[in-house]
């Protein structure tokens, strides 16, 4: 399968305009403000470690947007931006505070944030699948058996208890070698990996991730300044030669993956791959991070064993989330890892919140080893089936490319051409229906054709409906589907 656009070109280019977004980021956060010098370019490129003539590039962009301006026989300096510049007239706030915010963005939460009818951006469980009456008898005798559990703190590694649980229940699935010291409790997935990035990474550290990949991953490392490397995922994993090459010529720190039932393609890494990447992350100190946030959620096969599995010297750390379809409302995620990067990892969690909540582990212990939560994941797999069939057999007639996923929430669907994703994206919120356009997944922001589907949030009749209404808006951009 082909990408949108081939990356051969853009690989030239990546470390200019990661020069160019760096020092955007640090222009944005206030760092280098109004009419502030900017470093030389000998300086910079010390800095960064690159030639000289990748930051006179990124200056020359800079320029060109009007980011910065230069001086005769001086240098260059920081342009004030139109709108900071109305916005100080504005407001009394100072320029840092201001401009502090425009840094930080999380693209896919902003379109999950806009409510619509028929919701395709969240891969999220559809909480009418959950067994919410049995919840709510469940929550009750969770407080019994713990009376003084509202007005305890967890330890920031997370509840013992559950750690143990954990523990013996991926030593049973997994054949791993674990202790519970190796467990650390996070909230959720997505607060792993901003800790696990504000340990390992620093400006401009280069840092390999897959293309395309979880939006809100790359979100959290480019505001770590990171520069990001991609990695082409196919539907037959990854070029492990490809991989090696681009160890030995970056030597990053860490590779974010996500090797099951991939967001968004939904693909899975071979179990052949698996042992031979925990090689080439030992041979060129590469730290795994594998991301597990919906292993559980196959449709006829189980996934093969996490990486984790071949792991024997502590290059893979695993971050398996269980808000996604077994209780989204507690946040319930699991870091697995050999102590070198399980300690620092604490420390990172008891300067972030000291712990995640304990009343919300021991709801989640109770409910997850109850013998209704494994029948409960089989009602899953087949709504989830059924689910995917309903989008499949509505999309049959576009002309649309995807390869269907084996297990997971989502689509991911090649549209033609002709079709801006972007303008499409505008029209179908103004008639309440949402997606995710590709191009915030892919860490060179060029998948302009793809878009994400999530077939798990919206029930069946809905998901017929609101599919139709993406296919008719959709037609109106070019020749009627086929
Ligand atoms: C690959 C991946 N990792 C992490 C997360 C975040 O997980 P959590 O909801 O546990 O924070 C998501 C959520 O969409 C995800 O798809």
């Known amino acids: 399968m082909k990408h949108a656009k081939s990356s051969g070109g853009t690989k030239a280019n990546l470390l200019f305009r990661q020069a160019?977004?760096?020092?955007?980021t640090r222009m944005d956060r206030g760092e280098?403000?109004?009419?502030?010098?900017?470093?030389?370019?000998?300086?910079?490129?010390?800095?960064?470690?690159?030639?000289?003539l990748t930051v006179f590039r990124a200056y020359q962009l800079l320029k060109q947007n009007e980011r910065a301006y230069v001086k005769e026989k001086s240098g260059y300096y920081v342009s004030p931006c139109k709108s900071e510049e109305q916005a100080l007239n504005e407001h009394e706030e100072s320029p840092r505070s201001l401009t502090a915010s425009s840094v930080l963005k999380n693209a896919l939460s902003e379109i999950q944030q806009i409510p619509v009818k028929y919701q395709f951006s969240q891969a999220l469980i559809d909480p009418n699948l959950l067994p919410n009456l049995f919840l709510s008898e469940h929550v009750k005798q969770v407080f019994d058996i713990y009376p003084k559990l509202m007005g305890t703190?967890?330890?920031?590694?997370?509840?013992?208890?559950?750690?143990?649980?954990?523990?013996?229940y991926m030593v049973r699935h997994h054949h791993l070698r674990l202790t519970v010291s190796d467990i650390l409790i996070t909230t959720g997935g997505q607060q792993a990996i901003d800790l696990i990035s504000r340990i390992y990474i620093r400006p401009m550290d280069p840092v390999l991730v897959e293309r395309p990949t979880y939006s809100a991953a790359l979100d959290i490392f480019r505001q770590q300044g990171a520069r990001l490397v991609p990695?082409?995922?196919?539907?037959?994993?990854?070029?492990?030669?490809?991989?090696?090459?681009?160890?030995?010529?970056?030597?990053?720190?860490?590779f974010y993956m996500n090797p099951t039932f991939h967001n968004p393609t939904g693909y899975t890494v071979p179990a052949a791959q698996r042992k031979l990447l925990v090689e080439l992350a030992e041979r060129y100190r590469c730290l795994l991070i594998e991301d597990d946030a919906i292993h559980e959620m196959y449709l006829d096969q189980p996934p093969p064993q996490p990486m984790l599995t071949y792991d024997t010297e502590g290059w893979v750390v695993y971050l398996r989330s269980f808000s996604k379809y077994v209780a989204p409302g507690l946040r319930i995620c699991a870091v697995m890892g050999g102590p070198s990067v399980i300690k620092p990892l604490i420390t990172a969690k008891s300067l972030a919140d000291n712990g995640t909540p304990l009343v919300n582990q021991k709801m989640f212990l109770h409910y997850f080893e109850s013998a209704r939560i494994q029948q409960h994941l089989e009602k899953l797999?087949?709504?989830?089936?059924?689910?995917?069939?309903?989008?499949?057999?509505?999309?049959?007639?576009?002309?649309?490319?995807?390869?269907?996923?084996q297990g997971g929430f989502n689509l991911w669907l090649r549209l033609p051409d002709f079709i801006p994703v972007d303008r499409l994206l505008e029209e179908c919120l103004r008639h309440s229906v949402s997606f995710v356009p590709g191009v915030i997944?892919?860490?060179?922001?060029?998948?302009?054709?793809?878009?994400?589907l999530s077939y798990s949030f919206v029930n069946e009749e809905h998901l017929r409906d609101g599919v139709r209404r993406l296919v008719d808006i959709a037609g109106r951009y070019g020749p009627q589907p086929q």
Do not use: F
């Open 153 to 168: 703190y967890s330890s920031a590694q997370g509840d013992e208890e559950l750690r143990e649980y954990l523990c013996r």
């Open 32 to 52: 280098w403000q109004a009419h502030d010098k900017l470093p030389s370019i000998r300086l910079l490129a010390q800095e960064l470690q690159v030639h000289r």
């Open 381 to 405: 797999r087949i709504a989830l089936q059924i689910r995917k069939e309903i989008v499949e057999e509505e999309l049959a007639s576009t002309g649309w490319h995807w390869i269907s996923p």
């Open 441 to 452: 997944c892919d860490p060179l922001k060029e998948m302009q054709s793809w878009i994400r």
């Open 20 to 24: 160019y977004e760096y020092i955007v």
């Open 231 to 254: 990695v082409e995922i196919t539907p037959n994993g990854y070029d492990l030669a490809a991989v090696e090459k681009l160890m030995q010529k970056h030597k990053p720190r860490i």
